[in-house]
């Protein structure tokens, strides 16, 4: 059955021929076998459902085992090994076909270990380019707002820089050092005294203003850093889940090719063996026996095609002879006469009314 014989003449034909196409069904059957496995897996890579998976598989399986089965059953035995050759031709293309769609879904199952290798490499790449594009997005805003911390951290630093200078400047003015170099505390000391005293009543309201600045944009820092962690954070769910089906094939054309290729010839051997086996096998009881049910078919449609071209040649000639006589007969011609006649009264009345109404 599964081979696509009849098996009203494989009853009756001998073992050796029951044997035979049972193998080649055997062969069929099995490759469905392999397309309903192949595709279940494929199609879990991509719906995570085992039950969806199955039943899409279970499908695919069949719609295979009909491709096959058909492909098998259309091919006829003939005297000519050319004749079969060239009939087995576009068979064979598509069984190819058949052989690369069944064959790369379990060659993405045997290389599985390989793949996830392929596909974590792949992730971390992608991780590290997310990642650099999500700081370019942040990094700008980040970057001046650290640079006006500094800005300001350097405001403080040299106002208390030139602080310490008049520090030390009416210092030395008192202990007579440098300025006038009179020890004591005089006019000149006062005048020094009231500039450091002036700069650092500065430095200070400096320092609390921008400390209250600087406060704020670390915030504003804070805030950026925690948008920049937390879309690094919902994106990478994404990434995680690159390993779909398209993504699997392609990180396999990744991996050496032989091992592969070699995978994909096993297949095409199997799906390509009962089209070979057929065409490698002589022409055995059942090609004669089928033969010879073609042959009484296709004669009694050829009689019955010459039997009707027969039977229409002899009522044409028949009919012609009818109407022949007819035309000579003279009742014949006055009859028709007579109703042209009346047709042309009738439409001379029906025109004349017709005018007459439009002219009244």
């Known amino acids: 059955m599964c081979s696509g014989a009849d098996t009203d003449i494989l009853q009756n034909s001998s073992k050796a021929e029951q044997t035979k196409f049972a193998g080649i069904g055997g062969t069929v059957f099995f490759t469905a076998v392999m397309a309903f496995i192949a595709s279940s897996y494929a199609l879990f890579t991509v719906f995570d459902n085992y039950f969806v998976a199955i039943a899409f598989g279970l499908v695919w399986g069949l719609l295979i085992f009909n491709l096959d089965r058909f492909i098998v059953s259309t091919i006829k035995k ?3 090994k050319w004749k079969e050759i060239w009939q087995a031709t576009p068979r064979i293309l598509l069984a190819i076909i058949i052989a690369v769609v069944i064959s790369k879904p379990l060659e993405m199952k045997l290389f599985e270990k390989e793949i996830n290798h392929v596909l974590l490499t792949q992730k971390n790449k992608l991780t590290l380019a997310n990642n650099e594009q999500i700081a370019n997005q942040f990094t700008p805003g980040i970057t001046s707002l650290q640079n006006e911390i500094i800005s300001l951290k350097k405001e403080i630093d040299t106002k208390e820089a030139e602080t310490n ?7 030395a003015e008192a202990e007579g050092r440098k300025g006038t170099k ?26 609390t203003e921008n400390k209250v600045k600087i406060a704020a944009k670390e915030s504003q820092i804070l805030v950026l850093t925690t948008q920049q962690s937390k879309q690094e954070v919902s994106t990478q769910p994404i990434i995680d889940s690159f390993d779909g089906l398209m993504a699997r094939i392609n990180a396999l054309n990744k991996l050496p090719w032989l091992p592969s290729f070699f995978i994909f010839l096993l297949f095409l051997a199997i799906e390509t063996s009962p089209i070979f086996s057929k065409l490698i096998a002589p022409k055995g009881e059942y090609d004669y026996k089928l033969q010879d049910i073609e042959n009484a078919v296709k ?5 019955n095609e010459n039997q009707r071209e027969k039977v229409l040649a002899t009522d044409t000639a028949v009919n012609q002879a009818i109407y022949n006589d007819l035309a000579e007969e003279k009742e014949l011609y006055n009859y028709k006469k007579q109703k042209a006649r009346e047709i042309l009264q009738l439409q001379a009345d029906a025109f004349y009314k017709s005018q007459q109404r439009i002219i009244g």
Not at 184 to 204: F, S, T
Not at 299 to 303: G, K, S, V
């Open 78 to 80: 003939s005297d000519s």
């Open 165 to 171: 200078v008049l520090y030390e400047t009416y210092i």
């Open 182 to 207: 009179l020890l004591g505390k005089g006019p000149v000391y006062k005048e020094k005294r009231e500039k450091h005293d002036a700069a650092l009543a500065a430095l200070q309201q400096i320092k």
């Open 299 to 303: 004669t009694w449609m050829t009689q």
